[in-house]
């Protein structure tokens, strides 16, 4: 699915009272206010260029986004009144999203989805009617880098070396991913845009937290990701073992520890001590940690992880007990725990940076890699040279910012 593209506009005059299809007008016909006319032409501009298909968008109320994201200054509230409208009037059908933590009946996760729209074939008629075509469609260039503030509102910068380098990134990336064809349970992933989520914690601008994308094929369950092909090949998933922390390890003590180790406590389940190391990373302190593990084994824990913590609770008889024993295994990078969220997102940072610095040299060994965090998804024949580059790339000092791991640690 594609989400709704507010860059698409065409210089064809839009007059609701006029439009038809099979040869009679639209009725009754939809009352539009002025900024309401302007997402209704952005809505009919989306089902043409997206052939109908179904296109994902924010419901929930959110502030309108600044002219770099939304050339054309399309409100929030004023494109989901149009898309109510249209619904009422029989021309598509609206889908609420899945939040994340949805559960299925056996308590795992149903796949996380935004809400999206569904034109049928009069609503497509009817942009027929308005002169619409893929012909007459302008598309101004979209931002693969998004900075957000804390009330994740969109905010405009000033390009740096480090901005446009990702733009470049991105851009080539998601262009030789969009020239193959992928698909998953025979439905094909195409239009891939990916752009790079930050967020501004300092209020300086700087880039140095989070950088995450996110496509709806990264928010497919495990079992259903591993159905991708790739230009009709099976597919394998090839990753950095326990990326975060070898990471760190790498940038405390100049090496990485063997794949697995930094999650391996005896009378632990590997996934437990992970989210321990995440959650303590992502915290100021241990009583803010022991709340969020309780809050994700309340909301998010499914059945098997809830039954693991349980065996590691009672050997360990505390919460607190389980992080001591996470400090103890990690020695060299203690100090790397309990120094807040903002932090954990400048680990994020670099964890991010470099999966797609990998992604952007796998392109030019001509292997085609979905990134899904840190993971790698790539054809069965491409699965060595994938292993081949996670230890062969890193990231360039000219470009990164020269005491980028001392920030991280420090």
């Not at 998010?300 to 103890?328: N, P």
Request: with cysteine.
């Amino acid at each position: 699915m594609q989400k709704i593209n507010l860059h698409l506009d065409t210089s064809e005059a839009i007059d609701p009272n006029s439009l038809q299809f099979n040869d009679s007008l639209l009725a009754p016909v939809p009352t539009f206010t002025k900024a309401q006319l302007k997402a209704f032409k952005c809505v009919l501009c989306n089902v043409v260029e997206y052939d109908g298909n179904p296109i994902l968008f924010n419901l929930r109320n959110q502030r309108n986004t600044p002219k770099q994201f939304n050339p054309q200054q399309i409100g929030h509230k004023p494109l989901v009144a149009v898309l109510t409208k249209l619904r009422n009037n029989g021309l598509l059908k609206l889908e609420k999203g899945t939040p994340w933590y949805t559960k299925e009946e056996d308590g795992d996760f149903k796949d996380r989805k935004l809400s999206s729209f569904i034109p049928n074939e009069q609503l497509m008629l009817l942009a027929e009617s308005a002169g619409i075509t893929k012909e007459s469609i302008e598309e101004t260039i979209r931002s693969h880098v998004v900075l957000r503030d804390g009330r994740k509102n969109v905010l405009e910068y000033q390009p740096t070396l480090y901005t446009q380098h990702i733009e470049q990134l991105m851009g080539d990336y998601c262009d030789y991913l969009n020239q193959q064809r992928i698909s998953v349970d025979g439905e094909p992933i195409e239009r891939i845009f990916l752009p790079r989520m930050y967020k501004d914690w300092n209020g300086d601008g700087s880039f140095l937290f989070g950088g995450r994308s996110h496509h709806p094929f990264m928010s497919l369950s495990p079992t259903k990701r591993r159905r991708i092909k790739i230009n009709g090949q099976a597919t394998v998933s090839v990753d950095y073992p326990a990326s975060v922390p070898n990471i760190l390890y790498q940038a405390i003590t100049g090496q990485r520890l063997y794949p697995e180790y930094p999650y391996q406590i005896k009378g632990i389940h590997r996934d437990i001590v992970k989210q321990y190391v995440n959650t303590m990373m992502n915290n100021s302190n241990r009583n803010s940690a022991d709340k969020a593990v309780g809050t994700w084994l309340k909301i998010e824990a499914t059945q098997s992880e809830q039954d693991a913590h349980a065996k590691a609770f009672a050997r360990f008889r505390s919460r607190d007990a389980i992080m001591d024993a996470v400090l103890e295994r990690n020695k060299p990078i203690r100090n790397c725990f309990f120094q807040g969220k903002a932090t954990g997102q400048h680990y994020a940072w670099l964890e991010t940076n470099l999966v797609f610095e990998v992604a952007r040299y796998a392109v030019r060994w001509d292997i085609p890699a979905l990134t899904v965090h840190d993971e790698f998804i790539v054809p069965e024949e491409n699965e060595d040279g994938m292993n081949e580059l996670l230890y062969t790339v890193g990231l360039d000092e000219r470009i990164y910012d020269g005491d980028y791991l001392i920030k991280a640690i420090s």
